[in-house]
């Protein structure tokens, strides 16, 4: 059944991600010819009317060949050698390609604690948002040249849905060397190409495998469907293709795969945490913890806790850990964890008769709490 791609045309804002081997050569350095045709895809876009924000690759890899580097570098302090240099070609390439058009591009460079930390992500928002209104188009990459092996992305796809509802997106756009997702290894006879994703159920036998088949790249199917995933089930649907059928894509046309919504767009602060926030501690719940907070809407008093996993301080995203070990929701801790264990299991109007009244609140509160399953 032919999938309906008409949401691409209706589209008012359109976010777009492109992969490092899609604009670079395999030498290293940046394919010009084809950074010039995603541009006028996205030109021709842009002047519809509709609004683009690209998410792009393609730094290190650009920063290759100008360092004499003939492969993608393994240890993290030449990788961010490369993007350094690569990053400067890259959003110049851009600026240079945008502007004959008489468009004018806008660089932000995110890393995770950009997306991961409450009052960043605001900025992160209000500057896209404003760029936007400004009429600019903002390039986007994860900031290789300061994330570390510990916190970072490792590739856009995840970064591409954040921004995706960072910015209120119609539309996800995931462009990369393959022309969509298929039932097996493409190169394989009889591999088809899967249409629509509309569940879970239609990924089922689906093989993810690796990096891209260059290894310039950082990210294999599996982080794109991780990323289609994060934006559908916010309510933005994603087509996953190649990049040189960029101009069909956003034309509407039946090209890729297309994974159809199944949620509803949240508030910005839900999504935040349920995927840009990384979890720092756990706590275990008791099953009458567990209940409740699923299916009454409570917050998570410290009665109902038995155990804390890890170091944090108060603020931080922790995990909600069912008694099987089932992780059943993320939320900001009221505490830091070595104020935890003396609370546990105790209700909260001993703990302010005892300790004060600051002891009277919740371990996590309602509002700061999102459920994953």
């Known amino acids: 059944m032919s999938s309906d791609r008409g949401f691409v045309t209706d589209a008012k804002r359109i976010v777009v991600k492109i992969g490092s081997s899609s604009i670079t050569s395999a030498q290293g350095g940046l394919n010009v010819a084809a950074v010039q045709d995603l541009v006028q895809a996205l030109v021709s876009v842009r002047q519809s009317g509709a609004e683009v924000v690209l998410v792009s690759s393609g730094a290190i890899a650009a920063g290759l060949a100008p360092l004499g580097l003939s492969e993608r570098p393994k240890d993290l302090a030449t990788q961010q050698a490369a993007a350094s240099v690569g990053q400067g070609l890259l959003v110049h390439r851009y600026t240079d390609a945008f502007a004959e058009a008489g468009f004018t591009v806008g660089q932000v460079l995110l890393t995770v604690d950009d997306v991961g930390r409450r009052a960043h992500y605001k900025n992160a928002q209000r500057t896209l948002n404003r760029l936007l209104e400004v009429g600019a188009i903002p390039v986007v990459n994860e900031n290789d040249t300061v994330a570390t092996d510990e916190i ?32 097996a290894d493409p190169s394989q006879a009889g591999a088809q190409r899967i249409t629509d994703v509309r569940t879970s159920a239609d990924l089922a036998g689906v093989d993810l495998g690796g990096i891209g088949s260059r290894g310039v790249g ?17 309510g933005i649907p994603v087509v996953l293709a190649a990049a040189n059928d960029v101009a069909s894509v956003l034309s509407g046309s039946d090209v890729g795969t297309l994974f159809h919504p199944t949620g509803q767009r949240r508030s ?42 890890g170091e944090f301080e108060a603020g931080d995203a922790v995990e909600l850990v069912g008694p099987d070990g089932e992780i059943v929701a993320r939320g900001l801790v009221a505490y830091d964890s070595t104020e935890i264990p003396s609370l546990l299991g105790r209700n909260t109007s001993d703990l302010a008769a005892e300790l004060g009244d600051g002891y009277s609140k919740e371990l996590v509160h309602r509002d700061d709490l999102v459920l994953l399953t």
């Open 152 to 183: 970072r992305f490792g590739d856009n796809d995840r970064l591409a849905a954040l921004v995706a509802h960072i910015v209120q997106a119609d539309a996800l756009i995931l462009l990369s060397d393959v022309d969509g997702l298929y039932d």
């Open 218 to 234: 950082s990210g294999g199917m599996a982080s794109k469907v991780e990323a289609a995933t994060i934006a559908t089930g916010a």
């Open 268 to 309: 910005t602060r839900l999504l935040w945490l349920a995927h840009a926030t990384d979890a720092r501690g756990r706590l275990i719940l008791d099953a009458g913890a567990v209940k409740a907070v699923m299916t009454k809407g409570s917050s998570l008093l410290p009665a109902g806790v038995s155990a804390v996993e």
